[in-house]
C-alpha cells in the first residue's frame, strides 16, 4: 500500500533533490570522479543536514535521519556486499516500511558500465536482489538515472556491459513510483524476518544470528555497506 495519501510528496521529493543534487556538485570538483566518492558526498549530505522536518498532509508526520554502518564480517575487513546504500522509509503510525539497495555507479554522457560480478553479489541474498537499484550519476550533465537491477541483468552476458541509461528513470520519478510501491517489493510491517530487521542485527556488533539459512555459505556477505533510514513518525 502507498503512503503517498499521508505524505506530502513534494516536500519530501524537493528535500531529496536539494540534498543529492549538492553531493552531486561536491563530488563534481573533486579531481578524482569515482563511485566510492560519490557515496561518501551523498552520505554526508543527509548527515549534516537537519531533516526533521514534516512531510504530512492532514496530519503532522515528522522525518528524521538515522545512519549506521553495518558491522564488519569477514577477517582482516574483506568483505563482498550486495550495494552500497540500503535506504529505508518506515513508519510505525502509517504501518509502512520499504527498503531499496542501491549500487552507484558513474556514467558518462549516459553510457554505463556494469559489472556482472556486483549483480552476482546481490543475487546471493534474494530479500537484496529483489529491491535492487542501480543508481547512475552523470559525470558529464550532472544528472541522476535510476533502474531496477533485474531489468538488466539478463542483458549482462559478459564480465561487464555498457548501457545508455538516457531512458531511465529520474531521482523524482522513481521516488514516486516507488512510494507508490509500484516497483521494489515492499516489507510486510512488523514481521521479524523482514529485511529491515536483518539489517538491524547487522548493526551490532555481535548479531543475534538472524541471518537467513541462504547466506551461510556467504560468511563475509553483507547486504550493504551503509544504511539509510528515514522514520516517520
Known sequence: MSILKDINFDILANICFRLSNNAIRNWHLGIVLEEPALLNHIIGQYRITEFGCN?????????????YTLHRKGEKQ????????????????????KTAFFQFK??????????K?????????PAVYDRSFVFVVDEVYKCIKIELLNNITKLVTGSTATFDCNEWKSQTEWLNLWLKCEIGEKSVFGSTSSIEVILKDLTREEPKAIIPDKLDNFPNYLPAKEWMVFEID
Not at 518506515?90 to 509502512?96: A, R, T, V, Y
Not at 560480478?117 to 541474498?125: C, H, M, R, S, V
Open 55 to 67: 512531510v504530512g498532509v492532514s496530519k503532522i508526520h515528522i522525518a528524521k535521519a538515522k545512519f
Open 78 to 97: 574483506i568483505d563482498k556486499y550486495g550495494a552500497d546504500l540500503a535506504v529505508t522509509i518506515s513508519s510505525k503510525n502509517l504501518s509502512f516500511s
Open 106 to 115: 558513474k556514467s558518462k554522457k549516459l553510457k554505463v558500465i556494469i559489472e
Open 117 to 125: 560480478k556486483q549483480i552476482d553479489e546481490a543475487q546471493k541474498f
